[in-house]
């Protein structure tokens, strides 16, 4: 068993042991990947202020996330394609987060379907939506993940179209992979990844498939999003499917003050500042940059959480401490799935949670709920001044 320390441990084993077609999707930002580089650079912009000679006794991490009780400020984030990371991803994921104590978000666009997660899992999960052209598929969505009790609605307001990332046209990627001389010669070394699979029955886009009709190639994410994403989403219809949900409502994609602020009126329990990872629009500033003068737009109005970018438990104390009131993961949680299932989840958890709370404690804190900006120190432009 080798000695886990950190993220990039875990980003390493899953490197080995995934097929490329999904470590390339997992790694991807758009187009130049700017706005994916910068989302991890410039946190390392932000330093932390040292403190000495404080009690450092019984410190906590544990806070709340849109009401839910949280054994730490992070919630795994929606992730395309989890179960073709690693065999039944969704449910393993599910599971570690439940173990630990933190919110999970189905996608979607997830292998394991919303009733089979719920059939393997004990806690409510949060179900993400992306909305869709076909309005029966819509409700129907919803009204499964009602069934299925889960307890926030996240839905994504930044993919109404596709951002290119190059290598997924080059890998040809789909779930499951389309068998071609380079994919086999791929998968040969993957031999572990491939008995799993082979092992389980959940290998599809199981929302998706037998639940849509017309969709004419359910294994490709880029003629599913052509097909069927509304490209016509806005304020009014968010505003619907509020309504139709009747539950907590979590609004993922906002990068801007403006948008938070419609976000904010529309009426939401969360925000979350996200670029997608870097998957969509590439330019874009990253999300740490972004979160302060959106903490500003929605004063208070609302919980803002931050995504994109996180690797590190410094990274999530940063944000707690500029503000936010959570933080989502996705590489983060699935480096730790593709290297070792479940228990690699659970492990990606623990070392988040681990960095965070020694850095707090040498920071001179020992309640992540009253982290505040005195432990930052942040430069001066970092929000930038941009001409308007
Ligand atoms: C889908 O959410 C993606 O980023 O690929």
Redesign the pocket.
């Known amino acids: 068993m080798p000695v886990i320390t950190c993220i990039d441990d875990l980003k390493r084993l899953y490197k080995r042991r995934a097929p490329k077609m999904f470590y390339d ?1 997992c790694e991807s930002g758009s187009w130049t990947e700017q706005t994916f580089a910068e989302n991890t650079s410039d946190f390392s912009k932000l330093r932390l202020r040292q403190r000495v000679a404080v009690d450092m006794t019984n410190r906590s991490i544990a806070t709340t996330m849109a009401g839910q009780d949280v054994a730490m400020p992070v919630a795994l984030a ?4 989890t179960g073709m990371q690693r065999a039944d991803g969704e449910i393993k994921a599910a599971r570690a987060a439940e173990s630990f104590g933190v919110p999970f978000t189905l ?1 979607t ?1 997830s292998i394991c379907s919303i009733e089979d997660v719920a059939a393997h899992t004990r806690k409510p999960f949060w179900f993400q939506l ?1 909305t869709m052209k076909d309005q029966d598929y819509l409700k129907r969505l919803i009204q499964r993940a009602k069934d299925a009790k889960c307890s926030a609605l996240v839905i ?1 307001l930044d ?1 109404q179209v ?2 290119q ?1 190059h290598m ?1 046209l080059k890998n040809g990627l789909s779930a499951p992979p389309k068998l071609t001389a380079k994919s086999l010669a791929d998968l040969a070394t993957r031999w572990s990844w491939g008995l799993e699979m082979l092992g389980t029955k959940r290998r599809d886009m199981g929302n998706v498939v037998g639940h849509v009709k017309g969709v004419t190639d359910p294994s490709s ?1 880029m003629a599913w ?1 052509a097909e069927q994403f509304d490209p016509q989403l806005d304020w009014s219809k968010i505003a619907q499917i509020k309504e139709m949900w009747g539950g907590k409502v979590i609004l993922k994609g906002i990068l801007d003050p403006e948008d938070a602020k419609m976000a904010a009126k529309v009426g939401c329990d969360a925000i979350v500042v996200s670029n ?2 870097g ?2 629009l590439d330019g874009a500033l990253s999300s740490i940059r972004m979160l302060d003068p959106i903490l500003q737009a929605v004063g208070g109005e609302t919980e803002v959480f931050l995504d994109s970018g996180i690797r590190s438990g410094q990274d999530v104390l940063k944000a707690m401490a500029m503000g936010a009131s959570g933080t989502m993961i996705g590489r983060a949680f699935v480096y730790g799935l593709g290297a070792m299932g479940e228990e690699g989840v659970r492990k990606a958890l623990e070392v988040l949670a681990k960095e965070m709370d020694v850095s707090m404690a040498l920071c001179g804190h020992r309640d992540i709920n009253e982290v505040g900006r005195d432990v930052l120190m942040i430069p001066e432009d970092f929000s930038g001044r941009w001409a308007a």
């Open positions: 999707y929606p992730v395309g394609l996608s666009m992306y994504t993919l596709l951002g990332r997924d994410l999003t997608h990872g998957r969509q």
